[in-house]
């Protein structure tokens, strides 16, 4: 039973961030990519906020601000280019390039943890490399909406190494730090930073801007939590195949609120770089090198 509720909570989380993705290209349409990420972090501070308030979380702590404020001026990164790569490429493709996060984060474990990289390794990152170069020449030469901005595919392939910085430095800060209180103290310092790259140049704040920006918070908010419950009732393996499924998630939202229509290249370097993500997560655990 407890597994179960754990895949529960883990599959509407990761619906829930899809659907917040989805959101975020809604609004990349009326608003600039800082002012998305501004609203994204700011209402994800205000409902985490009234969560810790209602449920007696803990709140952040003045000794983790530093840490805190380390990974909110990544996330600003990441999430700036994540969402100007949503409003300009099907969300699909955006989707599963994130996917090569995991590969990435290999890297970064060698480098930061001196992690040994095995043979499997080397091969995992191949096969994310293969899959994401399917996916963006491919993309390119069949005319994929958005194809010829260069900047957003970029963008598209520097997202999920930036996230890969903050998951290392996750790996490492979480034993200090309670995930609610973590993730608002982020979520606040994020908003901040971001602030003044997103003032000037609003547009009319009409009804339709004001649900989406409520809602892209509630969504990053709500998904987090139920992530975060879910992986303590599931073995990661677990969560990491359920989480494959973001890209089913992110093509469905496409085509229903944005008419896009991925083509084959899209599933064949998807299915590549899942693979990839694949064999990564079961190699075997080596002891971390000397220092």
Not at 229 to 246: I, Q, W
């Amino acid at each position: 039973m407890k597994s179960l509720s754990g895949m529960l909570f883990c599959a509407s989380g990761i619906v829930l961030m899809c659907c917040m993705d989805a959101t975020a290209k809604a609004l990349g349409a009326e608003l600039s990519t800082f002012q998305v990420v501004f609203l994204r972090y700011l209402g994800a501070a205000i409902w985490l906020t009234l969560w810790i308030a209602l449920t007696g979380a803990s709140w952040p702590k003045k000794s983790d601000l530093g840490r805190q404020a380390q990974r909110a001026a990544l996330l600003v990164i990441t999430a700036s280019l994540f969402f100007y790569a949503v409003t300009n490429l099907p969300l699909a493709v955006v989707a599963a390039l994130g996917m090569t996060a995991p590969v990435y984060v290999t890297l970064l474990g060698a480098f930061f943890f001196h992690e040994k990289i095995t043979t499997g390794a080397w091969l995992a990152l191949a096969l994310g490399a293969s899959g994401s170069a399917i996916i963006i020449f491919t993309g390119q030469s069949h005319g994929l909406e958005g194809s010829g901005n260069l900047l957003a595919w970029a963008a598209a392939v520097l997202a999920p190494l930036t996230y890969a910085v903050v998951v290392a430095m996750l790996k490492h800060h979480s034993r200090h730090e309670d995930p609610a209180a973590m993730t608002m103290g982020q979520s606040l310092l994020a908003a901040i930073l971001v602030s003044p790259l997103a003032f000037g140049g609003w547009p009319t704040i009409t009804p339709h801007i004001a649900g989406l920006g409520t809602l892209i918070g509630l969504l990053g908010a709500v998904g987090f939590l139920l992530l975060v419950h879910g992986l303590r009732r599931l073995p990661v393996s677990v969560f990491a195949v359920l989480d494959y499924t973001a890209l089913i998630w992110a093509g469905l939202l496409g085509f229903i609120f944005f008419a896009e229509v991925p083509g084959p290249q899209l599933w064949i370097g998807g299915s590549l770089i899942i693979a990839a993500c694949i064999l990564n997560s079961r190699r075997p655990v080596e002891a971390p090198a000397a220092s």
